[in-house]
C-alpha cells in the first residue's frame, strides 16, 4: 500500500522509520518532512492543514493510508474531510473525527467527559473574560500552586503554574483578556494541583478495541531539574520504571476503559491514538490531560520499542480488526535526549550547519527541525533532533544517548543533561 504521514518533527520520522521496514508497504511519502524523513521516504511540499493539497497529493500518489502526525489537522476536522469526500473516503485515515479530536482541541470538552465517564481527575472550573472575576474568587478557594490551562491548542506552551495567588490572577488576566495565548486562551481552565510524578500512556483504537502501547515520561522544562519555561519535551524515557502491575492494572481499569468505552457510549469516531497524561499521587492515577495523537518526543521512545508490524496494525484500524493483531514490545529500556536551537523555547535562529552524524553509533538520530541544502543538512526549528538509545536500564540508555549528542554540533546547540534525574 501507499501511505503518506502528515507532519515534520521527530515524532513524523519515527513513524516513517517504523513503516519503512514493513512488507505491506509499496511507497512511503511525508508531507512536509525534514532532513531524516527525506532518507527513507519522499517528501513532499505540502502544509499538513492545505486540505484540499493533501487532497491532490492523495489522488495522484494513490494513498491509501494517512497517518496523521500533529493534532492540529484532526482538530480541524481531517478525518471528516475524507470520510465526507467520494474520492477519498476509501482512505484509512488513522486519526480521529473532528468531534474527537476535541479531547485535545478543548480542555473544558476533555474535563468534562472525564466527569461524565467518571475518569478520576483534578477538581477544575473554567473561565472567560466575562467571567475573569469568578476567577479570581476560584484561585483564593484552592491552595497553591495554581494551575492555569489555555482551553485551545497552545502548542504545548499553554499551562502555566504559578505558586503566588496574586501572579496567577494577573496570569489569568493576561491569558483572558490580553490574549497571552491568542484564541487559545479565550477560555481557561483553573484547575487544582496535583502533587506526584508524572507518566503517560499511549493507547491504540479502532474505536471498538484497544491496545496498549509502552509507557513513557518526557522532560517538558527548559531547564535542568525541571526548571524554566515549558518546551515541546526536552527528553523522554520508557518505559516507566515505577508503572508497575499494580499500576497498570489500576490505569487500564479506571481510565483507558472508561475512555474509550466513553467515545462508543457518546457515539464518538475514534480511530488512532489516545495519549493520556497521568499524575501518580500516592499510588493513584489521575488524567490531567488527553491528547489525540503520539506525543512528541514519546513517539521517538515508543515506536522503536514495537517490534511487530505496525503498518499492519494500522491497517486493522479500517475494518476495526485490532482485536485480532499482536503488539509485541522490546523488552529494553529506551531514552531519547533532544537537542534544541540557542534561545528554544523563545528566540531562535534557524540555518545552522549540523555536523557529526555519521560519528553517531548504536542510537538512532530522530530528525525534528530539520532541511537540506546543498548536501549539508541545516536546522530549521527549535527542537533539531533527538538522539535515542536502547540499554537493559533507563540509565545506561540514557548515558548512550549523551555519548551521541556529544557528537553532534551545530552553533548554540543545547540539550538538558539530566533526563530521568527524578526516577
Known sequence: MNVLILGSGGREHAFARSIASSPLLNDLYVA????????????????????????????????????????????EGIYDFFQEDG???????????????????????????????????AAFESFTKETLKKGMQFIDTLQAPYVLKADGLAGGKGVLIIADADEAKESLEQML????????????????????????????????????????????RIGEGDTGLNTGGMGAISPVPFADEVLM???????????VDGLKKENITYKGFIFIGLMIVD?????????????????????????SDLLSHFHAFAKAELHLETVTIDHRSAATVMLVAGGYPEVYEKGMEITGLEKVQESIVFHAGTTSKDDTVITAGGRVMAVT???????EAVKKSYENAEKLHFDRMYYRRDIGFDL
Do not use: C
Open 87 to 121: 474520492e477519498l473516503s476509501h482512505v484509512n485515515v488513522i486519526g480521529p473525527s473532528k468531534e474527537g479530536a476535541v479531547l485535545e482541541g478543548s480542555k473544558e470538552f476533555a474535563k468534562e467527559f472525564m466527569m461524565r465517564n467518571k475518569v478520576p481527575t
Open 283 to 307: 499510588g493513584e492515577p489521575l488524567v490531567i490531560e488527553y491528547n489525540v495523537r503520539m506525543g512528541d518526543p514519546e513517539t521517538e521512545v515508543v515506536l522503536p520499542r514495537v517490534t
Open 249 to 259: 492494572q489500576k490505569i487500564e481499569e479506571r481510565i483507558i476503559k472508561p475512555t
Open 177 to 220: 483578556v490580553g490574549g497571552k495565548f491568542g484564541a487559545a486562551s479565550n477560555k481557561v481552565v483553573i484547575e487544582e494541583f496535583l502533587d506526584g510524578i508524572e507518566m503517560s500512556v499511549f493507547v491504540m483504537t479502532d474505536g471498538n478495541s484497544y491496545k496498549v502501547l509502552p509507557t513513557a515520561k518526557d522532560y517538558k
Open 32 to 75: 512536509p518532512g525534514n532532513a531524516g524523513t527525506a532518507t527513507i521516504a519522499t517528501n513532499l511540499p505540502v502544509g499538513v492543514t492545505d486540505f484540499q493539497e493533501i487532497k491532490r497529493t492523495v489522488i495522484e500518489k494513490e494513498i491509501t493510508m494517512l497517518v496523521v502526525g500533529p493534532e492540529a489537522p484532526l482538530v
Open 389 to 395: 538509545s536502547f540499554g537493559d536500564t533507563f540509565q
